[in-house]
């Protein structure tokens, strides 16, 4: 079974860190691109971060960069938002996902659609000011 689990959100001050972890199982996270997105209240979804399966590039949205940096652990089978000064607008509920594609495809879906081949449940982050 394909599932995807996120955890490590959380409360953190403006300027504050959290490193968000996204669990695989049924696949390994390096056969396929895995993305994070973000939606918060009121505010159109965001797609965050990719890594690509194919060489390990990243690609971050322009309001992260430099701030945010995706990785991922093969042997842990898991991806990783490590998410340095904080500020609140990055408040939001963020997913990892995947569509067992191509960073290309999956960048282009979070506009679209919440709809993946495998998605996660979903973690809160609170930026306070």
């Known amino acids: 079974q394909v599932q995807l689990v996120e955890s490590g959100g959380g409360l953190v001050h403006a300027g504050g860190s959290l490193r968000l972890s996204c669990a695989a199982s049924?696949?390994?996270?390096?056969?396929?691109?895995i993305g994070w997105f973000r939606q918060a209240p009121g505010k159109k979804r965001e797609g965050v971060s990719c890594i690509s399966n194919s060489d390990g590039r990243t690609y971050y949205t322009d309001s992260v960069k430099g701030r945010f940096t995706t990785s991922r652990d093969n042997a842990k089978n898991t991806v990783y938002l490590q998410m340095n000064s904080l500020k609140p607008e990055d408040t939001a509920v963020y997913y990892c996902?995947?569509?067992?594609?191509?960073?290309?495809?999956?960048?282009?879906?979070?506009?679209?659609?919440?709809?993946?081949?495998?998605r996660g449940q979903g973690t809160q982050v609170t930026v306070s000011s």
């Open positions: 049924g696949f390994t996270v390096d056969y396929y691109a």
């Open positions: 996902a995947t569509d067992f594609g191509n960073c290309a495809r999956l960048l282009s879906k979070f506009q679209t659609t919440t709809y993946f081949a495998s």
